[in-house]
């Protein structure tokens, strides 16, 4: 069973500082997406990342997925309040067949 | 990309009986899927509903609990039976629109509370 782990859990920061929230896993994944969740509403789609090492930039956001695709990594400068929310990374196993979440960041920009 | 609506959006039941959660994509899908999200978690794939094919359960569901209809490529259902308190949960639909990376695009989700 692939597992996805994500760190840190929670996350309380200043509007205007940087941070990076880290998707770990001991499996290979084909393809890893990163979601974003606010109250009420369901997961949004943010990025997908398929090759090893590549790097996507979304305005303040940059995202990385390891050059062995078992990990990746969201980097978000200068947060605003409106980038709190769930950040969920999920991913596609490289058969196809089994599609799976991590736990969550759950982050807070205060301002 | 997919816009998908769910109906309701919450609701409060009594123990013991059932709820039916609908989902209704603006576009055809192949594949469509039901998410549990328990408060302050991430979320757990319930089943996977593809049109003219049964629902395929994850280990934990069963029919008879979570029976789903899939009537055609635009349409779903989740039914959460005989419920309790347990069952207290957000319900998430979602789809994924092309063949390529598993891109899933969700529902804004039903909040179900069980009395």
């Known amino acids: 069973t692939q597992l996805l782990e994500q760190s840190p859990q929670f996350l309380s920061i200043q509007e205007g500082e940087n941070l990076t929230v880290y998707c770990n896993s001991s499996?290979?994944?084909?393809?890893l997406q990163w979601y974003r969740q606010e109250p009420g509403e369901g997961p949004v789609l943010l990025v997908t990342v398929v090759t090893g090492g590549e790097v996507k930039k979304l305005k303040r956001l940059t995202f990385q997925f390891g050059d062995a695709r078992k990990d990746s990594s969201l980097h978000i400068t200068a947060a605003q309040p409106g980038d709190t929310g769930l950040y969920l990374c999920a991913g596609e196993d490289r058969y196809g067949q089994n599609f799976v979440f991590g736990p969550g960041t759950r982050l807070s920009v205060l301002p | 990309s997919a816009v998908i609506s769910q109906k309701p959006s919450r609701d409060i039941c009594q123990r013991g009986t059932s709820l039916t959660i609908q989902c209704q994509v603006d576009s055809q899908v192949t594949m469509m899927f039901w998410y549990r999200q328990q408060p302050g978690q991430s979320l757990t794939l319930i089943a996977t509903a593809n049109q003219g094919s049964e629902a395929t359960y994850e280990s934990g569901f069963v029919i008879d609990k979570f029976p789903i209809s899939r009537p055609n490529l635009t349409f779903s259902t989740l039914t959460v039976s005989n419920m309790s308190p347990e069952d207290s949960s957000i319900y998430l639909c979602?789809?994924?629109?092309?063949?390529?990376?598993?891109?899933?695009?969700f529902g804004p989700g039903t909040r179900l509370t069980v009395t």
């Open positions: 979602s789809v994924q629109p092309g063949t390529g990376p598993y891109e899933q695009y």
């Open positions: 499996s290979v994944f084909s393809s």
